[in-house]
């Protein structure tokens, strides 16, 4: 079985599908690809079906991440039953994720991305990484920094799970 993570914002288009990426090629810098599925959802249903935004894509493939095959869907309760974490992008989603979660468990599953960047705990906007939608193509520049330095500290909190399963002989990365 592998450990299962999911990135939820408002309508799977641009933040999660972000976050998708950024973490997928951590991962597989880190030689952890086959121990860690990855997906994203939004919690709206108004883009379920689309590609992710074409500004999110630009931005991605500008700093070298490959192209992928991304189709928003929506978060559905039972979502938490096949998720060890569930990633909110801002702390309206996990108020949103934590209302929709059936147990305590499953709860604990919900964290806010940027609670992974020490950084962000400085950071007078605190911890959402804004919605870039609206904006200029600065923004989807700023969110893609902001989801890089903290899926530095997720691949850690997940190396150390994976380490407690026993599917990974250390915590902290070779060399």
């Known amino acids: 079985m592998t450990y299962r993570v ?15 990426a950024v973490f997928r090629r951590q991962l597989a810098d880190a030689g952890l690809a086959d121990e860690v599925s990855v997906d994203s959802a939004g919690l709206g ?15 991605l493939r500008a700093r070298g991440y490959p192209a992928w095959e991304h189709t928003a869907r929506q978060f559905r309760t039972a979502d938490f039953a096949d ?13 949103e994720l934590l209302a929709l979660a059936p147990t305590h468990a499953d709860r604990a599953k919900v964290r806010m991305l940027r ?3 020490r950084a962000a705990a400085t950071d007078p906007a605190g911890l959402d990484v804004p919605d870039p939608y609206y904006g200029g ?16 500290g997720l691949l850690t909190e997940v190396r150390t799970a994976l380490a407690e399963q026993g599917k990974v002989d250390r915590v902290t990365p070779p060399g």
């Not at 249903?45 to 931005?59: L, Y």
């Not at 193509?137 to 530095?152: M, P, S």
Request: aromatic letters at 6%.
């Open 6 to 20: 999911c990135f939820v914002c408002s309508g799977n288009i641009c933040r999660s599908p972000t976050a998708e």
């Open 45 to 59: 249903d108004w883009h379920v079906g689309e590609a992710a935004h074409r500004r999110s894509v630009a931005e």
């Open 83 to 95: 998720r060890d974490l569930v990633v909110a992008l801002d702390a309206g989603h996990e108020r």
């Open 115 to 117: 609670s992974y960047d």
């Open 137 to 152: 193509d600065q923004g989807f520049a700023h969110v893609l920094d902001l989801v890089e330095a903290a899926c530095h």
